[in-house]
């Protein structure tokens, strides 16, 4: 009995780490995507004013 509880409690909680990690991973590469997008606005931007 105790046994089993113990193997659910370890997979849960390895589940949530996991999830956990993925979700930071995806934070971190949509912040690099943003911050390209916003590079390659300011870009467009300054190339406007120079024409």
């Known amino acids: ?8 409690l370890l997979s849960v909680l390895t ?5 956990t990690y993925m979700v930071k991973k ?4 949509m912040n690099r995507l943003s911050n390209k997008f916003i590079r390659l606005l300011e870009r467009f931007n ?6």
């Open 1 to 8: 009995m105790k046994t089993t509880f113990f193997i659910t």
């Open 15 to 19: 589940i949530a780490l996991l999830i």
């Open 26 to 29: 995806e934070q971190r590469s």
């Open 46 to 51: 300054s190339w406007q004013m120079m024409r």
